[in-house]
């Protein structure tokens, strides 16, 4: 190789690196888009059919709405939301604490060619549930899926009944990416900086740490009143808020995945001190 090609094809390399880096789109969905996609996957009820969810069978509804409650609320991988099996959820002995169990499966109930595994040692976890969870989802055991032999909790609700698989749980969301696009479409649109391309089993979970940092930063932030020194104080809340994370989110100790997911808490908590310094600011340029 020449001199001349090597540099090219270094430059080349460089650029394409720095490309890459440069990306102002946000993978979380903000509390508009929250409230929006709930409206679409909100199961029809006795009285009220909802028009706006794609599914028309109501059995059907309520699985695909658990599915993307459990990952938009307690931060699931798409692995960890398939590998969940009816005896993933338990009560107290006292029946008033509820929890779900993150755990591999037994081979020897799981027929799926691509079987979801466990990302890592911290992904064994116990999540506590809140109750109103735990009620839908007996429910959806006890009702809508009694008569399936399989131990997976989320199976097609046809017969063979068959345990979904990742092309199955994408094909859900593609859907509902569908109707969200349709009734809110300026959240997808990119000349908006804080749009998203398209909703996610990954997108679920960007928005959990979204809600979860933002909720445990506030909650922490105020129970440092003892600090004098408010840069330690909102310094010692950001720490615990990330190590909420860690643990619920099946991270190791020391993972920096907590303030990657939460770019656009980071990004908003930033913009909003930058402004209200400007603001603040005793210059005059009228």
């Known amino acids: 190789?020449?001199?001349?090609?090597?540099?090219?094809?270094?430059?080349?390399?460089?650029?394409?690196?720095?490309?890459s880096?440069?990306?102002?789109?946000?993978?979380?969905?903000?509390?508009?888009m929250i409230k929006g996609l709930y409206l679409i996957i909100s199961p029809s009820k006795s009285d009220k059919y909802n028009t706006l969810n794609p599914f028309k069978s109501k059995k059907v509804q309520l699985r695909n709405f658990l599915i993307i409650h459990l990952m938009l609320n307690y931060g699931l991988r798409i692995g960890e939301l398939m590998l969940l099996t009816i005896n993933s959820i338990k009560k107290s002995i006292q029946n008033d604490n509820f929890s779900l169990i993150?755990?591999?499966?037994?081979?020897?109930?799981d027929d799926r060619a691509k079987k979801p595994k466990i990302k890592n040692e911290y992904s064994?976890?116990?999540?506590?549930?809140?109750?109103?969870?735990?009620?839908?989802?007996?429910?959806?055991?006890s009702e809508?899926?009694?008569?399936?032999?399989?131990?997976?909790?989320?199976?097609?609700?046809?017969?063979?009944?068959?345990?979904?698989?990742?092309?199955?749980?994408?094909?859900?969301?593609?859907?509902?990416?569908?109707?969200?696009?349709?009734?809110?479409?300026?959240?997808?649109d990119n000349s908006n900086y804080d749009s998203i391309e398209r909703l996610t089993p990954h997108v679920c979970r960007h928005s959990w740490v979204y809600m979860t940092l933002s909720f445990s930063f506030e909650k922490y932030k105020k129970e440092n009143t003892a600090y004098r020194d408010i840069?330690?104080?909102?310094?010692?809340?950001?720490?615990?808020a990330q190590d909420d994370l860690r643990i619920i989110g099946g991270w190791s100790p020391t993972s920096t995945m907590p303030m990657h997911y939460g770019k656009r808490f980071i990004v908003e908590r930033a913009n909003f001190m930058n402004l209200a310094r400007i603001v603040d600011s005793s210059i005059n340029y009228d």
Not at 157 to 185: E, G, M, R, T, W
Request: hydrophobic share 35%.
């Open 124 to 141: 064994y976890r116990v999540i506590r549930l809140q109750e109103r969870d735990y009620k839908m989802l007996q429910i959806y055991i």
């Open 1 to 19: 190789m020449t001199l001349k090609k090597k540099i090219i094809n270094n430059f080349s390399k460089s650029n394409k690196t720095i490309k």
């Open 102 to 109: 993150i755990t591999n499966t037994d081979d020897d109930y």
């Open 231 to 240: 840069r330690q104080s909102v310094n010692d809340a950001m720490l615990k």
């Open 144 to 188: 809508i899926r009694k008569e399936i032999p399989s131990q997976i909790l989320f199976t097609s609700l046809k017969p063979p009944c068959s345990a979904l698989s990742y092309a199955s749980v994408n094909k859900i969301f593609d859907q509902i990416d569908s109707s969200l696009k349709a009734l809110l479409p300026e959240y997808f």
């Open 21 to 32: 880096e440069i990306n102002y789109s946000f993978n979380s969905m903000n509390d508009e």
